[in-house]
């Protein structure tokens, strides 16, 4: 079992940035990829970003491409979600979420591919 455990949400006006970051509990794991989800009020979760761990190839929803960038830290066994140009509509709860085998780059964006997943946290932008 691997808890994911989120931080750096936050309440921000809009036009300003914030850095999501996930760590997982476990050092080493075997996994193909990791992925940033979200789900706002009365909607369904839906895809923001993902990045594959060995190769670092990076897939964004298209309503975040330019402003968010995700990346990640091998070293620290960390993914980050910066997000900038942040707009009323980006408030919801960010979830993190790791995916231990390989799928194609578009079944990256499905949330039922991901195995773990952590409590998530709340991005809200005023504005």
Do not use: H
Not at 67 to 83: E, G, H
Not at 96 to 117: E, I, K, P
Request: proline share 2%.
């Amino acid at each position: 079992q691997v808890q994911l455990v989120e931080s750096g949400g936050g309440l921000v006006q809009a036009g300003g940035s914030l850095r999501l970051s996930c760590v997982p509990s476990q050092r080493t794991f075997s996994r193909y990829a990791m992925g940033w989800f979200r789900q706002a009020p009365g909607k369904e979760r839906e895809f923001v970003s993902a990045i594959t761990w060995i190769g670092g190839s990076t897939y964004y929803a298209d309503f975040v491409k330019g402003r968010f960038t995700i990346s990640r830290d091998n070293a620290q066994n960390t993914v980050y979600l910066q997000m900038n140009s942040l707009k009323f509509e980006d408030t919801a709860v960010y979830y993190c979420a790791t995916l231990l085998r390989w799928v194609s780059g578009s079944s990256l964006q499905s949330s039922q591919n991901y195995d773990y997943w952590g409590q998530g946290t709340q991005v809200t932008v005023s504005s």
